[in-house]
């Protein structure tokens, strides 16, 4: 599967961007996804994921309440909107997907090791 990710750009904070990410190949319904960011000299880390249903997602503490994920099977696409944003959010945000998740918990939806299909990354800044 490729995944194509959009949507970034430059925010004040305090406002808000909706991500997107457009799966071709495969239809996405068959895979878990997820949203990861990277900033400069850091190491990638998990937004949000969720499992092939929505009956599990997970949120990092730092953005529970403000950011959601979802996804339209039919667009084979995966979104994040993203509001409330922080000068703290800026970084380079990737969707991912995974053939499959271990185990029924979250601690493995927010492994980046997980996830086996990784889009190309689109950037967030957010000015103070």
């Known amino acids: 599967v490729q995944l194509q990710a959009s949507g970034g750009g430059l925010v004040q904070a305090g406002g808000s961007l909706k991500l997107s990410c457009v799966a071709s190949?495969?239809?996405?319904?068959?895979?878990?996804m997820a949203w990861f960011r990277q900033q400069p000299e850091k190491e990638r880390e998990v937004v949000a994921a969720?499992?092939?249903?929505?009956?599990?997602?997970y949120y990092a503490d730092s953005v529970k309440g403000r950011f959601t994920i979802s996804r339209d099977n039919d667009h084979n696409t995966v979104y994040l909107q993203m509001n409330s944003l922080k000068p703290e959010d800026t970084a380079v945000y990737y969707c991912?997907?995974?053939?499959?998740?271990?185990?029924?918990?979250?601690?493995?939806?927010?492994?980046?090791?997980?996830?086996?299909?990784w889009g190309q990354g689109t950037q967030v800044t957010v000015s103070s």
């Open positions: 991912a997907a995974a053939r499959s998740v271990p185990g029924s918990g979250t601690h493995f939806m927010a492994r980046a090791d997980t996830y086996d299909y």
């Open positions: 190949g495969r239809p996405i319904s068959g895979y878990p």
């Open positions: 969720m499992r092939r249903t929505a009956h599990m997602i």
